[in-house]
């Protein structure tokens, strides 16, 4: 259904079409830039949609380029969870991959241009130097002492750089521009630094790394990138973006166009935060389905499609992009709702015992998979005489209007007979342990004679259910800016009740079913086989994606 509506209108959306329009581009090339240093989240998916969006939609291409220029910080884990993000999200990069580190070698070349045309020095200030010489907001900067070096000096230095014959850290390639510019990052920015850190891709064979935002744009270039989308706090590094494509011979100038990051309510969109909780094992990896991670959506049962339509339904623009995680539920649900079969399972057990039901008997009756889509199918629903139902469906006390069962009370086991509650079991705790209940034999496929009785109730036959282990989620964080309060860490806002795991059970026909498979158990919500643990025929485990109704208007429990 999603992937089938109308693209919503966004000024960038705009803007490629007019630069269509006049001929200003035949086509449009886009990229998504990540940094392989941690896996993509919800905001990332945000960014993929709009630029592999719009290359689909204009019939154009959108390159995967990684900005792998801080070796530290970067694996080959992380470069490989994104591609396969990318792809699982129904998007797929034109060619190859690239990677930043793969024009090491020209935008070495562009540096010594920059040299030579007496725009770039190499600079000896320590880093505390270099602060405090770059001013402040309201200050200007002076120029470094070693501002004036000359071209032969700097080209003999900046390979010698290259060379490794410095230290870390001891000089750095800075763009010569202006320190007294009211933008910072005009103030002579380093546009390269040594670092002796082992590359994924490039080994040990470089000791000096060239910075982002002189990477970005040069990469930009090379690829023949037309418009250049990134998050608004890349604005104020524009001008040094077109700096230096102004100042190197460069064919190709793509435009830098900036939109506002997607911020989702009770949970997090840094991916330097994600890592603290994976790394203090405060979640169970990246693909903890509690966490906004691609993979940990897709492994509690997300579908890309509903992640897709968010994308669309939370539009493109500059104003800031907070978002109520109603709103991704929302299409998640209703993407499945259409979509996925629906079964029963039984979560919090409790037993029933039909007193009038012969035992050693099954009958069964045949049930459709959806009620609007007969080409799923449909399978038999047993019944015998030891049921489970869902404990909370029953109440010694009911509340006013309550229409599930009750003592002496009737209620509908769903495709199958009415039954009567007659006897309340507890065990020496007081606990209601089992109901004693009798079918109306005559209410099969029919209304009960001279009565109505509108509740109707999920359940499961004891002997032919399976056991399952059920993982249901709650929200990550206690609030919905956990990472907002400059006094507090955000770990303290952890929800220590995000996770609770029950041994429930589910319908049989199930058994066989392969990781991520999707079901609706019925008035449970959406669930999802685990990626991970969930092995068929063997060991059932199924994640709740998502709740039947909106949950995020109550407190936490
Ligand atoms: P984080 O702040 O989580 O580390 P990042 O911006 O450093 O994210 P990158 O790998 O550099 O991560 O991001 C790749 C692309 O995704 C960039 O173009 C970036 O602007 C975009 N992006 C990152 N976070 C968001 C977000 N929350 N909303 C929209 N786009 C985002
Ligand atoms: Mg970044």
Redesign the pocket.
Known sequence: MSSEREPVSHFIRTIVQDDLQSGKHPTITTR????P??YL?V??A??ICLNFGLAQDFGGQCNLRF?DTNPEKESEEYALSIQEDVRWLGFQWAGEVHWASDYFETLYGYAVELIRSGKAYVCDLTPDEMRDYRGTLTAPGRNSPYHERSVEENLDLFGRMRKGEFADGSKVLRAKIDMASPNINLRDPAIYRIRRAHHIRTGDQWCIYPMYDYTHCISDALEGITHS???LE?EDHRPLYDWVLDNITIPCHPRQIEFS???LQYTL????KLNQLVTDKLVSGWDDPRLPTITGMRRRGYTSEGIREFARRIGISKSDNVIDMAVLEGCIREDMEARVPRVMAVVQPLKVVLTNFEAGLTQSREAGFHPNHPEFGSRDVPIAREIWIEADDFSETPPPGWQRLTPGGEVRLRYSYVIKCDEVVKDVAGEVVELRCSIDHDTLGKNPQGRKVKGVIHWLSAQHALPAEIRLYDRLFTVAAPDSDKDKDFRDFLNPASLSVVQGWVESCVKDVAPETRYQFERLGYFCADRRDHQPGERLVFNRAVGLKDAWSKPVA
């Open positions: 998504f830039p990540p940094e240093n941690g989240h905001g990332h945000k960014s900005d989308l990134c998050t890349f990051r997607l911020e969109t840094s991916k330097r």
